[in-house]
């Protein structure tokens, strides 16, 4: 299907991405906007914006008819949701195919079946794709310990319906499970409106590794590589690179190949990520889930593989077949992406917002920097503290490393609290240069931040 003006269905440092990429195929852009974006730096560079409604997300880009809405309103024949928000609602897919509007993604019913994570583990399980020791649903706390006893402890549970952490909580002794358990469902139930549970085996020494894919409409399914994204607060990713460290290539090539087989068994079109639990320890992998939509890391990939992934969706979305073979991805060098937040690190984290007052980003090769922010932005109160990513690329890991530094030490921003100085920090690491790299490294740095302050 022939497409032409888009709305893009998002706000911040993804708007400007997703408008870049519409210039470069000579595709018009219409903005969606809250009342509090109507300035926003991807407000100017669109070529329309429409505001959709107040600041509170959920009365503007959590609202699904008002997105569909201006999208008629405005001609658009196409909408881009981003990632956040409502980019993996099976529901604004569904609503966009009803009213003859192409949806940049993937099919509602893949939305649907990855989205749900006992559906998704079922569907790896049949592609023979490995999955975690663990559960169907539990119903009650009794049966969450009955599987406990079953797998072993420590089990992580967590919630069937949702993502971003919530409703997720380690168990490490049988005398906890009751309150987690009611405690997990209960913010289950608040964050997705779907209280189900399910228990996994919990890996202590575990490295989140993901496998970007892109499926087009004529049953081709290609991998672009992989991710390393074990550095995370809160199962909230702040660093990412690719490729991943310190992993076999045999293993390397056995995760992309999972991750390809579970794409193209349903037939998946556009581009995703399916990600896996890399037990460091046992030197297995398992499948962990599939997030049906473009990923907040996706310059890293761009980075080594020199392919632009918005660009890709929109083409698969008009219906045109992927111009690149498995055989001709290749990947160049090393690349790097710190999530720079509005937020201090010394006081826990906690979102700084306001108004910028100095923006001095880095410059020079191989470095670059996706952001919606500039001198004299004010940063709202109402939605995620995420500054800008900065991406840099190097000739191999440690000249990476060595890039992002250099550019966090040229990276200036007065008037609010940066997480800059804990990413350099992070890069400074002995266990984070030497690859040694797991889910709970952050954790540990931050508690020794913390520690030093006190």
Known sequence: ?????????????????????????????????????????????????????????????????????????????????????????????????????????????????????????????????????GSEKVATAEDALAVADRIGLPVMMKAAAGGGGRGMKVVTRREDMAGMFTAAAAEARSAFGDSTLYLERFIANARHIEVQVLGDRHGTVIHLGERDCSLQRRHQKVVEEAPAPAVADALRAQIHEAAVTLARSIGYQSAGTVEFIYDEDAKTFYFLEMNTRIQVEHPVTEAVTGIDLVRQQLLIAAGEPLQIAQSEVRLNGHAIECRITAELPHENFRPNPGRITRWQPPAGPQVRLDTHCHEGYVVPIYYDSLLGKLIVHGRDRDDAIARMQSALAEFVVDGIGTTIPFLERAMAHEDFRAGRVNTQLVAGMIDDMLAAAQ
């Open 1 to 133: 299907m022939p497409i032409s003006r888009i709305l893009v269905a998002n706000r911040g440092e993804i708007a400007v991405r997703i408008i870049r990429a519409c210039k470069s195929l000579g595709l018009q852009t219409v903005l969606a906007v809250s009342e509090a974006d109507r300035d926003s730096l991807p407000a100017r560079q669109a070529d329309r914006t429409v505001c959709i409604g107040p600041p509170a997300p959920g009365r503007s880009y959590l609202n699904h008819k008002a997105l569909v809405a201006a999208a008629l309103g405005t001609g658009c024949d196409a909408l881009h949701p981003g990632y956040g928000f409502l980019s993996e609602s099976a529901e604004l897919a569904a609503l966009c195919a009803q009213h003859g509007i192409t949806f940049i993604g993937p099919l509602p019913e893949h939305i649907h079946q990855m989205g749900n994570k006992l559906e998704a583990r079922a569907l790896a399980r049949r592609s023979g794709v490995p999955v975690l020791p």
